[in-house]
């Protein structure tokens, strides 16, 4: 089982470390009023902790001297009962247009250069591209040889362990706590749906105790605003947006809110483009700068949102975003529909940023853990 988030576990901190902490709080919030005054201090804050969660670890068993540990907290919550279907079904029939190419691959068949040719066409369909098909076939050739495996059900098994081998480097749990507030901020282009998946997340983390804020970074689009405006109502979110303006300074308020409230995330939303948009992009490595001007350390966690429609697209996206932002991971949405999957592997192989969270759908539980197991098992059949 994995966990849908982890939770950072520290040491109590001394009274005075948090006393100091406190005291960096104040000075830095007092520099919100100069967004563009460097920090004055380079401290970074011990783990705050957070009002929840405390049923699962005592924190007065930790002993005095810091002690870094991460620990697995519950796991994903229920389904909520519209939900018929469990997860693992959502994800098969999510991609079962990616998975339909590879299943009957295996199949009344036997092994030779038909079915090596045939497997490499459908990685190829499924996006998985040029090099993670001949790392996968390359692999594959190898251990059926060496293994002298005869039954072409081996093959798909061995070709099973060789995509969780390359996967597994991409599954990485979210860790909470690690800083109050804990900073996010999600990039990707246009209708890669990061609006709807920092909803769905928000939704996901209130679940877990945590209090949530939303920046809504995205001053280009009126309707983005008010479509995350509208959503934070409904759900008892607070979100703090600008009828017009700059992204930084908007984000900027929203870390200081996010700070004198003592809220547990904060997730800032940003207009989508284009990593060709060299004049946008350059305004997202402001937004970042300008956070951690807000907040030392901050933000924690750089995601981008890609559209697994985009197949070889969204890794040229990766590639451009991490260049420019030092992503820190990945949502990848709309795997359900797409045929092609097989695009994690190409990630996992020429760009390999963790994948938080896929999307198979429009509800919130649609949106889960990335597993690599799973995602290999349902893109399998
Ligand atoms: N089928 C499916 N649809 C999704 C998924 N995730 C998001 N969507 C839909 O994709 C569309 C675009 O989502 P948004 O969240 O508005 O995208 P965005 O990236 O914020 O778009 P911009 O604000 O234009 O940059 C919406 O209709 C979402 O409901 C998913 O996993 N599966």
């Known amino acids: 089982m994995f966990s849908f988030f982890k939770r950072f576990k520290g040491s109590k901190a001394p009274e005075t470390a948090q006393d100091e ?13 100069a967004p563009a005054a460097p920090s004055s201090r380079a401290t970074s804050e ?5 009002a929840s969660g405390d049923d699962l670890h005592d924190l007065s068993e930790i002993e005095a001297e810091t002690v870094l540990e991460t620990v697995e907290i519950v796991p994903p919550p229920a389904p909520e009962p519209a939900a018929k279907k469990s997860w693992i079904d959502r994800l098969k029939s999510g991609l079962s247009k990616t998975s339909a190419g590879l299943t009957g691959i295996f199949v009344g068949t036997k092994i030779d250069e038909d079915l090596y040719e045939e497997l490499e066409t459908a990685l190829l369909m499924s996006d998985a591209g ?4 001949e790392h996968l076939l390359g692999a594959l050739r190898e251990k059926v040889r060496a293994d002298r495996l005869t039954d072409p059900m081996q093959v798909k098994a061995a070709l099973r362990t060789l995509l969780v081998d390359l996967l597994k480097p991409l599954e990485k749990s979210l860790m909470l706590g690690s800083a109050q507030p804990l900073v996010m901020m999600i990039a990707g282009v246009n209708g890669a749906g990061k609006t709807t998946s920092i909803g769905k997340l928000a939704k996901h983390l209130q679940r877990f105790d945590q209090s949530v804020l939303l920046a809504a970074g995205d001053t280009f689009r009126a309707a983005a605003r008010e ?3 509208i959503w934070g109502e409904r759900n008892n979110v607070t979100v703090v947006a600008q009828e017009s303006g700059d992204p930084a300074a908007v984000i900027f308020d929203a870390v200081s809110a996010a700070r004198a409230r003592k809220i547990d995330v904060l997730m800032a939303d940003t207009a989508g483009r284009l990593p060709t948009q060299l004049h ?3 305004e997202l490595r402001k937004v970042k700068r300008v956070i951690g001007k807000a907040l030392d350390g901050a933000p924690h966690e750089v995601l981008l949102v890609i559209d697994a429609n985009t197949g070889q697209n969204a890794l040229s996206q990766v590639k451009a975003f991490d260049d420019a932002l030092q992503l820190t991971g990945l949502i990848v949405t709309k795997l359900d529909g797409t045929a092609k999957g097989g695009i994690l592997a190409a990630i996992a192989r020429q760009r390999p940023v963790p994948v938080y969270f896929i999307g198979v759908g429009e509800k919130v539980e649609d949106l889960q853990p990335f597993n690599a197991e799973e995602f290999t098992d349902a893109m399998l059949g």
């Open 21 to 33: 902490s406190q005291d960096t709080r104040e000075a830095v919030a007092e520099q919100a009023d």
């Open 46 to 50: 011990p783990p705050g902790e957070t």
């Open 130 to 133: 040029v090099e993670a098909t």
């Open 227 to 229: 479509q995350l405006a």
């Open 280 to 282: 946008l992009m350059e």
